[in-house]
């Protein structure tokens, strides 16, 4: 009955005819349930121009990847062959600089693959159609220049007062790690430690942003306490293992940030199975369902959970995008990033709904 498809473009593209399409299009978006939607295509995302059998979306959180499945869903839904086109553009202010969400990215313990999964995790943004940034906190063992490939590389000055950052895979990044050797980092006390942080943020020209990940240093002491202050962050992710031990240092992380009232935005659980190269068998070598427990009680979700892959540490450790080689491994990442962006976005519209009530007693 729409036409869609059908190639008479001018007469079928009369305004009522439009929001007739408009209508039936957010009907079934509003339907559409995945990971990255769980209750539905925002109402306020659907800014749809649909045409020709194309239907453009813009959304407002990182997701353009979803676009085959909604495409899928829709064809099914109206019966007629759908393509969709996602456009991200979040509508939130920034909350620093020109920079729309800070999140934060920690592990309770060292080693748990926290650096990994934050440039992985940048990385699966970007191509989630965002704009994205990394600013590597982590002052006693600052990796984000490995695992982006940039070693050795010094950024430049724009100014006398700022640095222009690094770039890598699409992303804009800025390291600790760039500027003082590693060696002196490691005796910084916590002033020194936060301050480096605050003014690596400060003094970067980061430009027009919508995600900055910030790895940061591992544990939950006074140093990162200090730190997640002083950044106005949306959102904190926790990396974990299965591991008790591991599990109970992220159980610190999430009552650190819960002091500081930084929302977790979900937990990740790294290095969760192993699947044999040989036989294709799985196995829970830390332990099995140790993060389905803290996100039970805590009431945060998960966002992935990775597996024990030579092809993640391979790939990051050579500064490269798993994408280009590794898509079952960066599919992991890609759908962590759509739920994580999509989180953000949930709960601070929750956040925003909240009405204060003020009474007489
Ligand atoms: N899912 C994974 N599969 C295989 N190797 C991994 C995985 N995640 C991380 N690794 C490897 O584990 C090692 C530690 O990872 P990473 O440096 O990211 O940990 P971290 O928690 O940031 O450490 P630190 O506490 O030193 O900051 C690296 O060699 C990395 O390549």
């Not at 439009?18 to 990971?35: I, T």
């Not at 003082?180 to 006390?189: E, F, G, I, S």
């Not at 962590?336 to 909240?354: D, E, H």
Request: proline share 6%; hydrophobic share 40%.
């Amino acid at each position: 009955m729409f036409g869609l498809g059908s190639g008479k473009k001018p007469s079928l593209f009369s305004k009522r005819r439009g929001s007739q399409w408009q209508q039936e299009y957010r009907q079934h978006l509003g339907r559409y349930r995945s990971a990255a939607f769980p209750v539905g295509v925002p109402e306020s995302a659907v800014q749809a121009s649909c045409e020709q059998g194309l239907c453009r979306l813009v959304m407002p959180f990182a997701c353009a990847q979803e676009a085959p499945e909604l495409g899928a869903f829709l064809s099914e839904q109206l019966s007629r062959e759908i393509q969709v086109d996602i456009e991200v553009q979040l509508a939130e202010k920034p909350r620093f600089a020109k920079i729309k969400h800070i999140i934060m990215v920690a592990s309770g313990k060292g080693g748990v693959g926290k650096s990994t999964c934050a440039v992985n995790l940048a990385m699966a943004l970007r191509h989630e159609g965002a704009r994205v940034g990394i600013l590597d906190a982590d002052i006693y063992g600052p990796s984000i220049p490995l695992l982006l490939g940039l070693q050795g590389q010094k950024p430049q000055a724009k100014d006398e007062k700022t640095l222009l950052p690094m770039e890598a895979h699409g992303l804009k990044a800025q390291s600790i790690g760039f500027l003082v050797d590693p060696d002196d980092a490691t005796v910084w006390r916590g002033p020194m430690a936060s301050q480096a942080l605050v003014q690596l943020l400060n003094e970067t020209q980061w430009g027009e942003l919508d995600y900055l990940i910030v790895d940061m240093p591992p544990g939950t002491g006074d140093i990162q306490l200090t730190m997640s202050q002083k950044v106005p962050a949306s959102g904190a992710v926790i990396i974990t293992t299965p591991q008790d031990l591991a599990l109970a240092d992220a159980q610190k992380g999430v009552a650190m940030f819960n002091k500081v009232s930084v929302p977790i935005i979900g937990l990740v659980e790294n290095m969760s199975q192993f699947q044999c190269p040989h036989c294709g068998e799985s196995s829970h070598i830390f332990g099995a369902d140790g993060a389905v427990q803290l996100s039970q009680r805590y009431g945060v979700p998960i966002l992935a959970q990775l597996p024990l892959a030579m092809e993640i540490r391979q790939c990051s450790e050579q500064g490269g995008d798993l994408s280009d080689d590794y898509q079952d491994m960066a599919a992991y990442f890609a759908a962590a990033a759509r739920l994580c962006a999509s989180q953000l976005y949930y709960q601070q519209g929750a956040q925003q709904g909240v009405e204060i009530i003020i009474t007489d007693d």
